[in-house]
């Protein structure tokens, strides 16, 4: 494994409130890592400044040991960092096909686009993900897919465009066990095909299975990272619940979700 991202001593405010405090972490290719952390722990807000949403206070980004200067959405997208949103991931009107390729659409004689090659590329990629329904296929509109499908869509839009580190925020939240499990095996594929990914989640039982290793964030501070060789499911809700205790404040109205299963 070699190593991809590295983040040290990143730091962002909104405000007063200290969102990411002083975080240093390392991304190895291949390797899945489970973020994780209770509401407003700080991890969309550091994977935001991993795809270059946020701009750092301070801090310094490396990809493959070379220190980022200037980084940006485009500059983490050119050095392969692709994030996936659970809500904006997809235009769930159009295609498969379209979805895949939006915005780096294929093009042919007279800079037209090439739909019919769109959608034989994603009939391919579809299934080389394992995408195994036969009710649908890349010219299937997204509407028509279930939770998991489109975080499936989503995931195989990125592997097309050879994503190195592919970050998943919060994929599962609102899906069910079945739909779940849908993501889960694509985010095997994106082991398999040589890709690291970082999937944010509240929830441990989302995230033991498919993660090797768990960085746990709490009021912006990494306070565990642990791989799972190292820490049973059981433990880890444990320890879960400890750092909850220690930091607990009563959840913002509307808020309720924890870590504790
Ligand atoms: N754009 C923003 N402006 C002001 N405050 C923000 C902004 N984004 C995040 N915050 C605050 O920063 C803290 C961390 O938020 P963040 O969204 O990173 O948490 P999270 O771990 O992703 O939570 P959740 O599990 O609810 O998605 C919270 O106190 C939040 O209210
Ligand atoms: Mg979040």
Sequence with gaps: MTEFLELRNITKSFGKVNAVSNVNLKVGQPEII????????????????????????????????QKMDYWSVTQARA???????????LVVQQ????????????????????????????DHLMRAIGFTSKVFSSDSIVATL?????QGVAIARALYFKADLIILDEPTTALS???????????RQIKEQGS???FISH????????????????RGEIVMETDKT??????????????????????APGRSQSIMP
Aim: aromatic share 8%; glycine share 10%; with cysteine.
């Design 146 to 150: 279930s939770g998991g499908e489109r």
């Design 203 to 218: 929830n441990i039982y989302h995230t033991y299975d498919i993660c090797e290793r768990f960085v746990v964030i709490d």
């Design 230 to 251: 190292q820490i049973s499911a059981e433990q880890l809700v444990k320890e879960l619940q400890v750092i909850a205790r220690a930091g607990h404040q009563p959840a």
């Design 34 to 65: 489970g973020l994780i952390g209770d509401n407003g722990a700080g991890k969309s807000t550091l994977i935001k400044m991993i795809a270059g949403v946020h701009k750092p206070d301070s801090g310094e980004i490396f990809i493959r040991g």
């Design 177 to 187: 066990l079945t739909e779940s499990e849908k993501v889960f095996n694509f985010v």
């Design 79 to 89: 050095m392969g960092i692709e994030t996936v949103y659970q809500d904006r991931a």
């Design 196 to 198: 690291s990914c970082i």
């Design 95 to 122: 295609t498969i096909a379209r979805n895949i390729f939006m915005g780096r659409e294929k093009t042919g004689w007279l800079g037209f686009m090439n739909v019919k090659q769109q959608f034989a590329e994603a």
